[in-house]
């Protein structure tokens, strides 16, 4: 079985050396640094998840290359019960962690590298498929944590790479027999820094002249020449300080943790490159990754975030005396409504999921409900949040820090007049995780992560036949055309 154990997992981890820095400061140790090291406890949790017995069916999967059990973070799909296997992970991860499964954009990455390596060489004669089988079998015996890389830093969205600082999107400036040399950064990466491995796919489709930006490739953790630097927020701030994680929102797990990986001249040897200047490629890459990772992250993790966020509410609720008041208990069945809306988009996505391309041994998911459940869970998790803070009262933004129940000189007066129907500290530390979620970052990382509405808009129409539905409407209408 080519699982580790979260023991394992934190050995491995601790011996990283990423050149991280965070706040204005370098990272020495990832296992020490209070927000670094809740992204290696959350990822660690993973390991743990995957570990257990009862979710075996869920967290892990059979090797299309090898036969092993191995983590289903590292598995390429091959049917559509491991479509639906995949969204159960995600759910399942979200409601245990309450922040990102540190295993997800990697994996989210990697049916596309299947399929689209597989379709170039079937097309081209290259030899990027072996490469990338070679690159898998190496990630599942060891069982690696791989972060995924897609968003450049774009500079003036209006313009293309060549037309600006040419850095701004990743891109090749150097190919030797032995690999190549590659330039610019990658923004937002989710737990790239504590991750073994960075996967870097091209976020913008090229055109004819951009071959330097059609390239594909996977670095380990370390290699000279990337820099991390960590998100900072007062989230970041507040857990550098609070010597006692107790009174934290997400007190083990924190927020959603994510870096600006820059690239300055680092070499990448051909075995670790999937693909170096098929610009034609490039936007099946992106389609594929986009569709399989808006499924699951923009649908099916969200989802969990969702359960955990109407189960506080509810709680609030009681704890508030309003068990049974009926416009609390309509807007809770809004916010199901809401929720199971994005399950089953997500769901429908995997049932319509299909082999990609024929002969490939991938399946990918629906493009059309990948993208609504993404586009509904935009919309839906605001709401949610919305009516969470409805619920809750003003107490999450207004309340005072739990540590004053341990105050001798106020404790009396906070117990006194922050109890309801339950006491004032159950009160307090369910505000205080909910407070994570309505007065958090979850709403815009929710909203932006995987792509804004407008991505979803132009996936949706790009592939909408519309033809066919105006052949409808003239049939009926009994014309012609
Ligand atoms: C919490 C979080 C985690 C993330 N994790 C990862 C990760 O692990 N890996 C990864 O690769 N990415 C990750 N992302 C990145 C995410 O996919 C991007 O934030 C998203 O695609 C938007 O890109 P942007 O932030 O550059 O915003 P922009 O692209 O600048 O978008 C801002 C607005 O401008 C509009 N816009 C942009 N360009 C144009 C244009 N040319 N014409 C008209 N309108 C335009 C957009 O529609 C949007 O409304 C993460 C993001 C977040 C918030």
């Not at 960590?230 to 507040?238: D, I, R, V």
């Not at 005072?400 to 129940?405: D, I, T």
């Not at 369910?430 to 132009?458: D, E, K």
């Amino acid at each position: 079985m080519a699982i580790k154990t979260e023991k394992e997992y934190r050995e491995r981890v601790g011996k990283l050396k990423p050149r991280l820095f965070m706040g204005g400061k370098k990272v020495e140790n990832l296992m020490e640094h209070p927000v670094t090291r809740a992204v290696i406890d959350a990822t660690a949790r993973v390991y743990g998840l995957t570990m257990d017995p009862a979710h075996a069916d869920v967290m892990t999967a059979e090797s299309h290359l090898t036969g092993e059990t191995i983590s289903r973070a590292l598995h390429i799909h091959q049917s559509k019960e491991d479509l639906f296997k995949r969204l159960d992970m995600a759910r399942l991860s979200s409601q245990k962690l309450g922040t990102c499964n540190y295993r997800c954009p990697g994996n989210e990455m990697l049916p596309s590298l299947a399929a689209t390596t597989w379709e170039i060489d079937h097309d081209k004669g290259t030899q990027y498929h072996g490469r990338f089988n070679d690159y898998m079998r190496y990630a599942q015996e060891h069982d690696l944590v791989v972060s995924g890389s897609v968003t450049d830093p774009k500079g003036d969205r209006s313009k293309r790479p060549l037309e600006q600082d040419p850095d701004l999107y990743i891109r090749v400036v150097e190919k030797r027999s032995d690999g190549i040399i590659v330039n610019g950064a990658k923004q937002h990466a989710t737990g790239a820094y504590a991750a073994d491995e960075t996967l870097v796919l091209p976020g913008i489709s090229s055109r004819a002249g951009e071959e330097d930006y059609a390239v594909a490739f996977v670095v380990p953790n370390g290699t000279p020449g990337v820099t991390y630097i960590g998100q900072y927020n007062p989230f970041s701030a507040e857990r550098e300080c609070e010597t006692d994680i107790r009174f934290l929102g997400n007190p083990a797990y924190g927020q959603r943790e994510t870096c600006l990986v820059v690239f300055d001249h680092v070499f990448v040897p051909w075995d670790r490159v999937f693909m170096c200047g098929e610009v034609e490629y490039t936007q099946k890459f992106i389609t594929r990754f986009a569709k399989t990772h808006r499924m699951n992250c923009g649908g099916a993790c969200k989802v969990g975030f969702m359960d955990l966020i109407i189960g506080a509410a509810k709680l609030m609720a009681e704890y508030n005396g309003l068990t049974n008041a009926s416009h609390i208990a309509q807007k809770i069945t809004r916010m199901l409504q809401l929720n199971d809306t994005s399950l089953a988009c997500a769901t429908a996505a995997a049932y319509f999921g299909k082999e990609e391309p024929e002969g490939s041994g991938v399946f990918m998911p629906d493009e059309t409900m990948g993208n609504i459940a993404k586009l509904n869970t935009n919309d839906g998790f605001w709401e949610v949040l919305a009516l969470a803070g409805d619920i809750s009262g003003g107490i999450p933004a207004t309340m005072p820090s739990e540590k004053e129940l341990e105050n001798p000189e106020v404790k009396a007066y906070v117990a006194k007049y922050l109890k309801a129907a339950a006491p004032a500290e159950k009160r307090m530390r369910i505000s205080r995780f909910l407070q994570n979620w309505v007065a958090g970052l979850h709403g815009l990382g929710t909203y932006q992560g995987s792509g804004p509405s407008q991505s979803q808009y132009v996936s949706i129409y790009r592939v909408a036949d519309l033809e066919s539905k105006k052949r409808m409407a003239l049939d009926l209408a009994n014309m012609v055309s």
